[in-house]
């Protein structure tokens, strides 16, 4: 088999390093090329045109994919109410269409997950033996961890570097350094060299940034390419930049904690309750509560990020006004027709608006 | 007399009957709000967030109508009816969204129904919100049984007398002074519309579709005229097991019609629908297969008339040129 996975943020980086710890035998992982304009329009050209932007993103990397010789594709699929769990079989039929003879293989990541992933774990590793598979895994999520924690630092050291454009360029670094760690001690110490380095750029002490929070679907989050690097752009317009959706959490607690009766997001839920009382699927409802958290954390204001015509997150932004816990919201909905100068005007008059918020109550 | 609101609107197409039944059983009257115009879609359109589909726009300015007209209103989360298939995530939010565009509406009755816990689950759902109107266990127990009886009761009406929705409405609301619709059995071109109720059967949204088509001398078929069975096979044909809770209605309706070789397939949809993106492609791909022409409307709140009527007559001389040339 030649398995081609989409892309999502760095999550490729877990299926590379499995890879690389179990070596490629008759099963070989096939990366297709980073999200680019070309994978956009394969897969604005191929999908319906109503769909949504995660969907297109996916069936374009996907496509590229089978460019490379792939013959089984990975893809996520979650019981729901979002759209997630029709992607499998609409882009099945197209990628059949196409000509492409290549079969899906699903990961649950609702119901099932974790057997889901073993399962799938063992199609990638060439029915590896379980200790093999759990140490390898160990190794990628400690990859995975490392990347999330470096970026904790570099969106706060963005916001007040005296050099734009520095703390970026070492984070570049830092992703390329993990991505080549061959072992757990390797991952660790690059880690911590570069949270180190990140911390020497030179920094204005002066400036108290203004602090905002990132909610929203969970993929145009963690998908820099479908939002356009906005922490990036808000990092170079002195933002500080929080957000609780990341990989690591995800595999952390949805794989691990949650069978063990703990709820990450219980404080979240309970903030939304007032306004929201169910999962409307998605993210939508954490959305709703997180607002809620922020504005009482004192936070500036939020960004909120959203594929056009994303259902769940429609909700929340329909409710989100209301709520009696109030900063600023700015929601940014993500297709094919943004452009990033129209994202980044919107940005700039947004955080103007937070700066003079703070100055007129004196803070 | 406690007075219960439905805005008419969403899923009061497919489940008013069992509703008015339920509710009228409890001792209380029914207040419904008018078919949609112009001002209850301004007022709609005017508290929810631009990006919000149609129909849901117009949920609100029904509710907005409804206000200070009722004492409880009635908008039901509605999760799921069992198979693992979902509603749309603004059908299980609608509540909460009501609550935070539509401040002084009366307070608002939200059992959720979700099929997937169980039956249980969802009576329990329902006996809390029978409090409001009777503490009398068996009483709230009969008039479920009695909805339910008068759910299934219109749905076969449809299916066996082959008439929509809204002339079975009609029939329940001739108190209202309506006249009551013939079935359509007119011998000319059989064109199936597929799509949600609410868009089809709103008239304000679908611009008169189905009467329109009437008038140009099309049989109208639409999913309620299939037996719910078999809309039920031919979706699991076409699409496996559903993730939707209207897979039947478009992939299912559109499949059936298909096979039963119908002239022609219209289908019908409002911009920015989740679902509908997904599954109308299928129905698409399918009608190539089969080479049924295929018509896809999608509609918003900018849909001109004249624009509708032009692609119908220019479909409906397509599909007529197509008789003639294969007859």
Same mark, same amino acid.
């Given at each position: 088999?030649?398995?081609?996975?989409?892309?999502?943020?760095?999550?490729?980086?877990?299926?590379?390093?499995?890879?690389?710890?179990?070596?490629?035998?008759?099963?070989?992982?096939?990366?297709?090329?980073?999200?680019?304009?070309?994978?956009?329009?394969?897969?604005?050209?191929?999908?319906?045109?109503?769909?949504?932007?995660?969907?297109?993103?996916?069936?374009?990397?996907?496509?590229?994919?089978?460019?490379?010789?792939?013959?089984?594709?990975?893809?996520?699929?979650?019981?729901?109410?979002?759209?997630?769990?029709?992607?499998?079989?609409?882009?099945?039929?197209?990628?059949?269409?196409?000509?492409?003879?290549?079969?899906?293989?699903?990961?649950?990541?609702?119901?099932?997950?974790?057997?889901?992933?073993?399962?799938?774990?063992?199609?990638?590793?060439?029915?590896?033996?379980?200790?093999?598979?759990?140490?390898?895994?160990?190794?990628?999520?400690?990859?995975?961890?490392?990347?999330?924690?470096?970026?904790?630092?570099?969106?706060?050291?963005?916001?007040?570097?005296?050099?734009?454009?520095?703390?970026?360029?070492?984070?570049?670094?830092?992703?390329?350094?993990?991505?080549?760690?061959?072992?757990?001690?390797?991952?660790?110490?690059?880690?911590?060299?570069?949270?180190?380095?990140?911390?020497?750029?030179?920094?204005?002490?002066?400036?108290?940034?203004?602090?905002?929070?990132?909610?929203?679907?969970?993929?145009?989050?963690?998908?820099?390419?479908?939002?356009?690097?906005?922490?990036?752009?808000?990092?170079?317009?002195?933002?500080?930049?929080?957000?609780?959706?990341?990989?690591?959490?995800?595999?952390?607690?949805?794989?691990?904690?949650?069978?063990?009766?703990?709820?990450?997001?219980?404080?979240?839920?309970?903030?939304?309750?007032?306004?929201?009382?169910?999962?409307?699927?998605?993210?939508?409802?954490?959305?709703?509560?997180?607002?809620?958290?922020?504005?009482?954390?004192?936070?500036?204001?939020?960004?909120?990020?959203?594929?056009?015509?994303?259902?769940?997150?429609?909700?929340?932004?329909?409710?989100?006004?209301?709520?009696?816990?109030?900063?600023?919201?700015?929601?940014?909905?993500?297709?094919?027709?943004?452009?990033?100068?129209?994202?980044?005007?919107?940005?700039?008059?947004?955080?103007?608006?937070?700066?003079?918020?703070?100055?007129?109550?004196?803070? | 007399?406690?007075?219960?609101?439905?805005?008419?609107?969403?899923?009061?197409?497919?489940?008013?009957?069992?509703?008015?039944?339920?509710?009228?059983?409890?001792?209380?009257?029914?207040?419904?709000?008018?078919?949609?115009?112009?001002?209850?879609?301004?007022?709609?359109?005017?508290?929810?967030?631009?990006?919000?589909?149609?129909?849901?726009?117009?949920?609100?300015?029904?509710?907005?109508?409804?206000?200070?007209?009722?004492?409880?209103?009635?908008?039901?989360?509605?999760?799921?009816?069992?198979?693992?298939?979902?509603?749309?995530?603004?059908?299980?939010?609608?509540?909460?969204?009501?609550?935070?565009?539509?401040?002084?509406?009366?307070?608002?009755?939200?059992?959720?129904?979700?099929?997937?816990?169980?039956?249980?689950?969802?009576?329990?759902?329902?006996?809390?919100? $029978?409090?409001?109107?009777? @503490?009398? /266990?068996?009483? &709230?127990?009969? *008039?479920? #049984?009695?909805?339910? !009886? =008068?759910?299934?009761?219109?749905?076969?009406?449809?299916?066996?007398?082959?008439?929509?929705?809204?002339?079975?409405?009609?029939?329940?609301?001739?108190?209202?002074?309506?006249?009551?619709?013939?079935?359509?059995?007119?011998?000319?071109?059989?064109?199936?519309?597929?799509?949600?109720?609410?868009?089809?059967?709103?008239?304000?949204?679908?611009?008169?579709?189905?009467?329109?088509?009437?008038?140009?001398?099309?049989?109208?078929?639409?999913?309620?005229?299939?037996?719910?069975?078999?809309?039920?096979?031919?979706?699991?044909?076409?699409? $496996?097991?559903?993730?939707? @809770?209207? /897979?039947?209605? &478009?992939?299912? *309706?559109? #499949?059936?019609?298909? !096979? =039963?070789?119908?002239?022609?397939?219209?289908?019908?949809?409002?911009?920015?629908?989740?679902?509908?993106?997904?599954?109308?492609?299928?129905?698409?791909?399918?009608?190539?297969?089969?080479?049924?022409?295929?018509?896809?409307?999608?509609?918003?709140?900018?849909?001109?008339?004249?624009?509708?009527?032009?692609?119908?007559?220019?479909?409906?001389?397509?599909?007529?040129?197509?008789?003639?040339?294969?007859?």
């Amino acid at each position: 088999m030649r398995i081609g996975i989409p892309h999502c943020g760095h999550a490729y980086i877990i299926a590379e390093a499995l890879v690389q710890k179990l070596g490629n035998g008759e099963n070989e992982l096939i990366v297709p090329p980073p999200t680019s304009h070309r994978t956009l329009d394969l897969g604005v050209k191929y999908s319906p045109v109503e769909a949504c932007l995660p969907f297109k993103l996916t069936l374009g990397n996907l496509i590229e994919a089978c460019e490379l010789g792939a013959d089984t594709l990975i893809h996520a699929r979650g019981t729901g109410v979002c759209r997630l769990g029709y992607y499998v079989k609409e882009q099945e039929q197209i990628i059949r269409d196409l000509g492409y003879d290549a079969h899906f293989l699903t990961l649950d990541v609702s119901q099932n997950r974790f057997r889901s992933i073993i399962r799938l774990m063992k199609d990638l590793t060439n029915d590896a033996p379980l200790p093999r598979i759990i140490s390898a895994f160990r190794f990628a999520m400690g990859k995975l961890f490392a990347l999330d924690n470096i970026e904790k630092v570099v969106h706060k050291v963005r916001a007040v570097e005296l050099e734009k454009g520095r703390a970026n360029q070492v984070y570049r670094e830092a992703v390329k350094a993990i991505g080549e760690a061959r072992t757990v001690g390797e991952v660790k110490s690059a880690a911590k060299e570069y949270i180190k380095r990140l911390n020497q750029v030179s920094q204005d002490p002066t400036v108290d940034p203004v602090k905002v929070g990132i909610v929203g679907e969970v993929y145009v989050v963690l998908d820099p390419f479908a939002n356009m690097d906005i922490e990036m752009e808000l990092g170079k317009l002195g933002v500080e930049v929080e957000r609780t959706l990341s990989l690591s959490r995800w595999v952390k607690y949805r794989l691990f904690l949650n069978y063990l009766g703990v709820n990450e997001w219980k404080e979240v839920h309970e903030a939304a309750m007032p306004y929201l009382k169910r999962n409307v699927g998605g993210d939508g409802w954490e959305s709703v509560g997180e607002k809620v958290v922020y504005a009482r954390n004192g936070y500036d204001g939020l960004v909120h990020l959203a594929p056009f015509t994303c259902m769940p997150e429609i909700v929340a932004q329909n409710i989100m006004p209301s709520t009696k816990e109030d900063i600023p919201v700015l929601t940014v909905l993500y297709d094919e027709q943004m452009a990033r100068p129209g994202m980044i005007t919107r940005l700039e008059a947004f955080v103007d608006l937070l700066r003079f918020r703070r100055k007129r109550r004196g803070t | 007399m406690i007075r219960v609101g439905i805005p008419r609107a969403l899923s009061y197409y497919q489940y008013f009957p069992a509703w008015k039944t339920f509710f009228e059983a409890l001792g209380a009257e029914m207040v419904v709000s008018p078919p949609t115009n112009k001002a209850i879609f301004t007022a709609g359109n005017s508290r929810a967030v631009a990006e919000t589909c149609l129909p849901v726009k117009l949920f609100f300015g029904h509710a907005i109508s409804l206000v200070n007209k009722c004492d409880y209103m009635f908008i039901p989360a509605m999760r799921s009816l069992g198979q693992k298939a979902y509603y749309c995530s603004k059908f299980i939010g609608l509540p909460d969204m009501t609550r935070a565009l539509v401040p002084e509406c009366p307070l608002i009755l939200d059992p959720e129904i979700d099929l997937n816990k169980g039956r249980r689950n969802l009576y329990h759902a329902i006996y809390n919100m $029978g409090r409001h109107f009777s @503490s009398d /266990e068996s009483q &709230i127990k009969k *008039a479920v #049984e009695q909805a339910e !009886k =008068a759910h299934l009761a219109y749905q076969k009406e449809m299916s066996a007398r082959k008439i929509t929705p809204i002339q079975a409405l009609d029939e329940i609301h001739k108190d209202e002074g309506k006249s009551y619709l013939e079935p359509d059995i007119s011998p000319g071109l059989s064109i199936a519309v597929i799509g949600h109720q609410y868009v089809i059967y709103d008239d304000y949204i679908s611009h008169r579709l189905i009467s329109r088509l009437q008038a140009m001398g099309v049989r109208v078929l639409t999913p309620e005229m299939a037996e719910q069975e078999a809309l039920d096979t031919a979706m699991t044909r076409l699409g $496996g097991a559903p993730h939707w @809770s209207f /897979e039947a209605d &478009i992939i299912g *309706a559109g #499949e059936y019609y298909l !096979k =039963a070789k119908t002239d022609g397939i219209i289908s019908v949809a409002v911009f920015g629908c989740g679902p509908d993106s997904m599954m109308i492609d299928m129905v698409r791909h399918r009608a190539s297969e089969f080479r049924i022409p295929f018509l896809h409307l999608s509609l918003d709140e900018h849909t001109s008339e004249g624009g509708l009527v032009t692609r119908l007559e220019a479909f409906l001389d397509m599909v007529k040129r197509k008789r003639r040339v294969c007859a």
